[in-house]
């Protein structure tokens, strides 16, 4: 199983400010890295899929890079809607898995 | 608008059974793998299990391999999640969603909540 270590746990930032993600893989994932924003009490959503891609409808200020085993979301200017918990997870084999989870919070 | 929308859940005891469903809308259902993922209380996200858009092919997490079947009927545009043996560290929100053979989730339903407690 391939395990996905996120770091940091917590990051306490104010808008305005850059935020930087990690998620490291115990193995190559290739570029079959996406990432998901969940805020309290909702879905989550997916924000970044093959490690670089955005999907429909997300701002042009979350980016994703990396390949094989590390990987970073980018948030270039955090909004108040930016603070959330958000999630790494992989594809490139089974099983999928996720990594613990980056929290957002407001500084 | 492609929508999933879960039903089935609730409280049951351990050992006991139940069958989630997932009825999927906006979307040419047979085109797509579909998945099932689980949220316990104040955790994190655990895959449980996937199914390719012909149904033949299914992938289980070990937690569940032996005790939860997944299978779909695309007559009917809907998934669906048979769990027996249940135990208490299943509770949680399961999510149906769109996605997981060869693509990321795109697409979340709303959850419903699985309680195993005596």
């Known amino acids: 199983e391939i395990v996905l270590t996120q770091s940091p746990a917590t990051l306490s930032l104010s808008p305005g400010e850059r935020a930087t993600l990690s998620c490291r893989a115990s193995q190559s994932v290739n570029s079959y890295l996406a990432w998901y924003q969940q805020k309290p009490g909702q879905t989550p959503r997916l924000l970044i899929y093959?490690?670089?891609n955005r999907a429909t409808g997300i701002p042009a200020r979350f980016s994703g890079s990396g390949s094989g085993t590390d990987f970073t979301l980018t948030i270039s200017s955090l909004e108040p809607e930016d603070f959330a918990v958000y999630y790494c997870q992989q594809r490139d084999n089974w099983p999928r898995t996720f990594g613990q989870g980056t929290r957002v919070e407001i500084k | 608008e492609v929508q999933m929308l879960e039903s089935g859940g609730g409280l049951v005891q351990p050992g006991g059974s139940l069958r989630l469903s997932c009825a999927a809308s906006?979307?040419?259902?047979?085109?797509?793998?579909m998945t099932w993922v689980r949220q316990a209380p104040g955790k994190g996200l655990e895959w449980v299990s996937t199914?390719?858009?012909?149904?033949?092919?299914?992938f289980y997490a070990d937690s569940v391999k032996g005790r939860f079947t997944i299978s779909r009927d695309n007559s009917k545009n809907t998934v669906y999640l048979q769990m027996n043996s249940l135990r208490a560290q299943d509770t949680a929100v399961y999510h149906c969603v769109k996605g997981g053979h060869f693509s990321a989730y795109d697409i979340w339903g709303q959850g419903t909540m699985v309680t195993v407690s005596s």
């Open positions: 906006g979307l040419t259902f047979g085109k797509y793998a």
């Open positions: 199914i390719s858009g012909n149904g033949d092919t299914t």
């Open positions: 093959d490690a670089s």
